[in-house]
């Protein structure tokens, strides 16, 4: 059965730090791509970034670039994402998912490229 299950969601208060954890398993991890992605109240559900499990590239969306960072550990089948310098407009639900695809240059993934999903983790920023 294929599981990702987030932690580290909270509230936190503008220019705070969190991190967020997916962990997978169920599917072989090194194959597939996992990403993050938000969605806040009345909004589409958006990218946030993205690693590949086989070569460690990375996708960030212009609007959290500099500010968070995502990393793999594949021994452990676990994502983070380090996000700083938070802002209210970061406030959504975070959700990791996966993907047999490989991340190319200047193409944005697609939330309906993602196979797996995660139930989701609340990120409140207040201001």
């Known amino acids: 059965e294929v599981q990702l299950v987030e932690s580290g969601g909270g509230l936190v208060q503008a220019g705070g730090s969190l991190r967020l954890s997916c962990a997978a398993s169920?599917?072989?991890?090194?194959?597939?791509?996992i990403g993050w992605f938000r969605q806040a109240p009345g909004k589409e559900r958006e990218v946030v970034s993205c690693?590949?499990?086989?070569?460690?590239?990375?996708y960030y969306a212009d609007s959290v670039k500099g500010r968070f960072t995502i990393s793999s550990d594949n021994a452990k089948n676990t994502v983070y994402l380090q996000m700083n310098s938070l802002k209210s407009e970061d406030t959504a639900v975070y959700y990791c998912?996966?993907?047999?695809?490989?991340?190319?240059?200047?193409?944005?993934?697609?939330?309906?490229?993602?196979?797996?999903w995660g139930q989701g983790t609340q990120v409140t920023v207040s201001s």
């Open positions: 998912a996966a993907a047999s695809l490989e991340l190319r240059i200047g193409v944005t993934p697609l939330w309906d490229e993602f196979d797996y």
């Open positions: 690693i590949s499990s086989s070569d460690g590239s990375t």
């Open positions: 169920g599917f072989t991890f090194d194959d597939y791509t």
